[in-house]
Nanobody
Framework: QVQLVESGGGSVQAGGSLRLSCVVS????????MGWFRQAPGKEREGVAA??SDGRTKYADSVKGRFTISIDNTLIMNNLKPEDTGIYYC????????????????????WGQGTQVTVSS
């Protein structure tokens, strides 16, 4: 069983930055994908960024150039916008299961509890 605990959320003004971290414990994978999804009130959960243990990364178009994900699943978010507001969830999965689609929520079976990010205008 895999446990994921997020940290680093908070409230910032538009244009500000936040750094999200995710601690993984339990039955970790030697080859894996890790990533971040978010969900805003009244909206569907969407993929934000993900990284494969082979070095591949994938970003949602809305965050390209502003967010950076690292292999340890740290997410650096710069130039935040009000539309980035939501609950951010850390995810992980075996490399085999996520080999084709890094930002499909159905790919991931391991989710954290989420951390709130609020960006005010």
């Amino acid at each position: 069983q895999v446990q994921l605990v997020e940290s680093g959320g908070g409230s910032v003004q538009a244009g500000g930055s936040l750094r999200l971290s995710c601690v993984v414990s339990g039955d970790t994978y030697s080859s894996y994908c890790m990533g971040w999804f978010r969900q805003a009130p009244g909206k569907e959960r969407e993929g934000v960024a993900a990284v494969h243990s082979d070095g591949r990364t994938k970003y949602a178009d809305s965050v390209k150039g502003r967010f950076t994900i690292s292999i340890d699943n740290t997410l650096i978010m710069n130039n935040l916008k009000p539309e980035d507001t939501g609950i951010y969830y850390c995810v992980t999965e075996t490399a085999w299961r996520c080999r084709h689609d890094l930002l499909n929520p159905n790919t991931y079976s391991n989710w954290g509890q989420g951390t709130q990010v609020t960006v005010s205008s």
